[in-house]
């Protein structure tokens, strides 16, 4: 017991076995921007891109350091004076449609957006017929 | 007539039933392919990773193909594909590495233990490179070929069944 003692001591302070990697953060993957109304922007927009690692989560969201990178990258190119759409144009150009949380209509995504109202208009159509307006009215 | 249309409806349940499960049974799939592959590799300059290996500039990577590992001392799938990076420096296949997020005296103490094949290795601290050329962990290795383009990704460590594929398209694209 009393040699059990020192160990406990010894793992306590024993620094956790780095995970990921010893190198401190980008620049500003945990620091705002100064100008509130960038940050603003910046925020909005790394809470719509797909972190990597953990791909669950937005950067905005995640701990992983390619999360903080990835931050620190849209923050850097926001102050330069990107556009936000420019930056999310520069990712999906690498890692394609599945880094953006924001949905896009393209030639796989467009029957997400065309058949609800396509639905809609069926559901009404009938209705409309059922409702005895139309010319198949029955007894 | 009516009875074939009685029946519609569970058959378009049963369809979408069918449909979830074929898709529930579809092995998990959660790689980031790079779409950068077919583009020339971006304009980059890392300052040397190690003491005895010089850093990594873009303009260096032409003229004849390569392999482009991305890598780190604190990956443990790195580990794993050190016998077969080896067996292809062996094989005269010319091999550049960038080191992710890494200290310079982890990178080195890596490198003793598991070997050094890399010409050349680039210290990308805050994942730049990484994310300019469409690279989302590590290990992935490109090929580059001699214009300086990115002729092909492999995500994940190289096994030993990947060696021959990777020599394979290496000589596609030095001819």
Redesign the interface.
Known sequence: MKALLPCMMLLILASPL?A????PP??YANRQLDDPALEAEAQELMETLRC??C?SQSIADSDA??AG??R??VRMRLAAGERPEAIRGW??????D??SYKPQIGSATWPLFAIPPALLALAGLVLWRRLGHGAGRRP | MNRWRLWLPLAVFAGFLALAGAMLMRPRDDVVASAMVGQPLPDFTLRPAVTDRPGLASRDLVGRPRLLNIFASWCVPCIAEAPQLARLAARGVVIDGIAIRDRPEDVARFLARYGNPYRAIGADDVSAVQLAIGSSGVPETFVIDPAGRIAYQHIGEIRAEDVDKLLKKLEEDGT
């Open positions: 780095a990921q990697d010893g190198l980008a620049p990597l690692k791909q350091p390619m990178d990835m620190s990258q990712l999906t150009a690498r890692y394609g599945y880094v």
